[in-house]
T-cell receptor, first 111, second 113 residues
Framework: RKEVEQDPGPFNVPEGATVAFNCTYS??????FFWYRQDCRKEPKLLMS???SGNEDGRFTAQLNRASQYISLLIRDSKLSDSATYLC????????????FGTGTKLQVIP | DAGVIQSPRHEVTEMGQEVTLRCKPI?????LFWYRQTMMRGLELLIY????????DSGMPEDRFSAKMPNASFSTLKIQPSEPRDSAVYFC???????????FGPGTRLTVT
């Protein structure tokens, strides 16, 4: 089993739709979680951290489910500019000694 | 701040040649990471440094790859000899001591023919 797994997609959704991605991780002792966004032929950039209690940033909501070992990202009211690849990142165990990126989920928002 | 700087942005070389990729992290960041990204394998961590010291190089694919960080503002990733399967985008990222966010450079797109 891969340490961090994501559905590669692509997810093709119309503008205004709500879309959700999941990311599963194998090590229950993992400590920190993030979502990064990567545009085509660009570097990854931090989208948001994922907190145990869940957190929201505008149209984006991140959740952590430690019991089932997955994190999720919900995007409401999708915009064309949301089209990108979304990478989940799992840190630990062992503090920041282990950083594992998922292979990413590609989102295409269609007019 | 200029962000993480990488050079060259593009490199095309022939199999067997030596390739050197360069990275200047954000000033004040204590951690520096080298990644490789391909369509097949995604983003893979090759090696990371803390305060210029290599901490984990378990992701370095083989002895042809080496990385150095002679000072806090400069790191190199060297491939010698290069092979076509090394073709990928190589990213450098830095992170401050206390924070979790990594800041990525624009990457070096390497093509080995």
């Amino acid at each position: 089993r891969k340490e961090v797994e994501q559905d590669p997609g692509p997810f093709n959704v119309p503008e205004g739709a709500t879309v959700a991605f999941n990311c599963t991780y194998s090590n229950s002792a993992s400590q920190s979680f993030f979502w990064y966004r990567q545009d085509c032929r660009k570097e990854p950039k931090l989208l948001m951290s994922v907190y145990s209690s869940g957190n929201e940033d505008g149209r984006f909501t991140a959740q952590l489910n430690r019991a089932s070992q997955y994190i999720s990202l919900l995007i409401r009211d999708s915009k064309l500019s949301d089209s990108a690849t979304y990478l989940c990142v799992v840190i630990g165990p062992g503090g920041y000694q282990k950083v594992t990126f998922g292979t990413g989920t590609k989102l295409q928002v269609i007019p | 701040d200029a962000g993480v700087i990488q050079s060259p942005r593009h490199e095309v070389t022939e199999m067997g040649q030596e390739v050197t990729l360069r990275c200047k992290p954000i000033s004040g960041h204590d951690y520096l990471f080298w990644y490789r990204q391909t369509m097949m394998r995604g983003l893979e961590l090759l090696i990371y440094f803390n305060n210029n010291v290599p901490i984990d190089d378990s992701g370095m694919p083989e002895d042809r790859f080496s990385a150095k960080m002679p000072n806090a503002s400069f790191s190199t990733l060297k491939i010698q000899p290069s092979e076509p399967r090394d073709s990928a985008v190589y990213f450098c990222a830095s992170r401050p001591q206390a924070g979790g966010e990594q800041y990525f450079g624009p990457g070096t797109r390497l093509t080995v023919t």
